[in-house]
């Protein structure tokens, strides 16, 4: 009851944080999801409804959203409340069924568990503690400007802020990169579309961010429990593999703190001195999920909670379901190619191996909605950059200056996680039989990611890596909860085991925490200030002619275009002409004599002159000749061409 109570109190600070607005819209989300999962005909629990209603519903009210603005031409409180009503319209069928007495039944079953449920309340008690500590204090705004406190803050965020006020303020319509305008928006947007409608709403660029991680961070610890339990036929196991997962990464990485204890004495817990899931150096390149994809990658929280509600849709409809359980799944995967594209795909793929083994007609239904909504987006998304795959067996494992070799790699990076997922399958009776063989094939996420690269980045193949560490945490934990019942001797070894898979991840979350080491200047004052003219004095289509940073003032939090954002996204996403692009923005900054025909050809109206704008070699003087001056404070000038 305690756990409960103090994850109720974290529920109840979001919402007074937030706007009232913005605190009904994500409320009537959860409502129009779990009415949703009524039409499934599946027996789900009420706790289920809710936890996969809140990404259901968001996904539905976010897309139909984005549909009703794509044809507007514009976003704005209208068309975001078209999407939610759409979204409850959709889900009134199912609270129609639920008021014939499946609702009451659920909350009297529910009553009736609560106590067995504990192991579910503590781990949102604490995962939804650390949510609001760690997200709340991401964006700090101070006289000397915007501040981050940690890493996914300070860099992939800031990419996030682009896209979100390119759709809140710059009527991003139809979708294209606002960081390299003429190029279509190939990246999972529909995350920041959610939270362009939060801003809307009421809420500010920064803490619509915040809020919609938030509103997932809360689902997704749930939606692994719940749906992990379904999978593996255990709420404590399940519960397990959520804390493996959640504080996995590293492997033996969490060695070299009894090297910095060593060195800086009782400091080094004080102050972790380092993060251990991270340290290219030694070649540790499997970093901790919190760290590396659910709070920097944003779309991921739509990605996994899309993989888990399909297979346990998927997993009950096996003995309760008709069509429509299947046909929901389907839809729910349907959806998911704009929220996340690597989502989607593992999704799918499930299914169809599924379908091999249990040969139902039924999975017609399934693959219906999820090829004929999923397949012409998915074309749309791939079409919008360059491939890049190429033959790489062994992946990172031969980078200098280590040279490790895959198998110690993996040994290093993953520690005992693989031995402990392939001891789960293997020992009879740790999962249920039929899952250990409908689970073999997530070996594959693991397999082919070591030999083939698919993004011109290689870490990016982790992409696919960690649905193979999601799934393989819910064994993971299936096995420690086995080994825990197995006596004195069994406690004691589920316990070390537990240690070595989670004290890497554990170390770097509590570093990650610490707010004293991880601060930096994001925008300063000046900065913010011009961002706030720029939304608020210029054209919403306008270009701009900013410094390729990936923290530029107007680039970050103008919503505004700019003829090129910063390489580092370009060159990942496989935009072939970004060198040239962003060549020729500094040529323009710089008023070189290929300005003028480069200022026509991109369409630029503004240029922005600043701090990062100098340091590449900007020309006020020039600017100052060939434009008019529409702004100048604090360091930053402002000029319409």
Known sequence: MLAAAAGAAVLLVMTLLMPPAVAVYLALCLVAGAGITYLSGLPLRIEERLAFGMVIGAMAATAAGFLVALLAGTLGVVTVL???????????PGWLRAARGELAAEA???????????????????????????????????????????????????????????FAYGQNFPPEFPVDPGHRLAYPFMV???????????????SSLVLSSGYLALALPAIVALAGARLVGSLAAAVAGCVVFLLG????????????????????????????????????????????????????????AVALVVAALLWVAREHGRWPAYA???????????????????????????????????YLAFFAPALVLGLPVVAWTLGGGAADVRWLPGWLADLPPQHDGGIWFWVKNSGLVIPSMLAAQLWAGTVPGALAARLAPIWLWFL???????????????????FWSLFGSLLVGALLVRLAGRGVEGAVIAALLALVLCASGGLDLARALDRSQLTAIFVDSGGLAAADWTRTHTEPRAVFAAAPAHNEAVAALGGRRVVAGYGGWLWTYGLSDW?????????????????????????VSYVVIGPQELALGASPEYWAAHGRVVYQAGGYTIYKV
Not at 108 to 134: D, N
Not at 448 to 466: A, G, I, M, R, S
């Open 82 to 92: 078209a999407g939610l009503a759409a979204a409850l319209a959709a889900s009134a």
């Open 108 to 166: 009297v079953e529910l009553g009736a568990r609560w106590r067995q449920s504990w192991p579910l309340w503590g781990l949102l008690a604490v995962c939804w503690a650390f949510a609001l500590y760690y997200l709340g204090g991401g964006y700090q705004f101070t006289s000397e400007g915007l501040l981050t406190t940690a890493n996914g803050f300070y860099g992939d965020w800031a990419a996030h802020l682009a896209y979100t006020g390119s």
């Open 192 to 206: 920041d579309f959610f939270a362009a409608s939060l801003v809307s709403l009421g809420a500010s660029l920064t």
């Open 249 to 304: 990464g590293g492997g033996l990485g969490f060695l070299n703190f009894f090297s910095d204890v060593d060195r800086l004495g009782g400091a080094a817990f004080q102050h972790i001195p380092r993060f251990y899931t991270m340290d290219p150096d030694r070649n540790y390149q499997w970093m901790n999920p919190v760290l590396a994809y659910l709070v920097p990658q944003r779309s991921i929280l739509f990605g996994l």
């Open 328 to 362: 929901l799944a389907g839809g729910v995967a349907g959806l998911a190619p704009l929220f996340h594209l690597h989502g989607y795909g593992t999704a799918v793929a499930i299914a169809a191996f599924w379908a091999l083994f249990d040969r139902r007609q039924a």
């Open 448 to 466: 082919v990611p070591n030999f083939v690269v698919f993004q011109p980045w290689e870490w990016d193949n982790t992409k696919f890596l960690v």
């Open 579 to 603: 060198t040239q692009k962003t060549e020729e923005e500094k040529h323009i900054l710089a008023g070189d004599t290929s300005a003028p025909d480069l200022v026509a050809r991109e369409h």
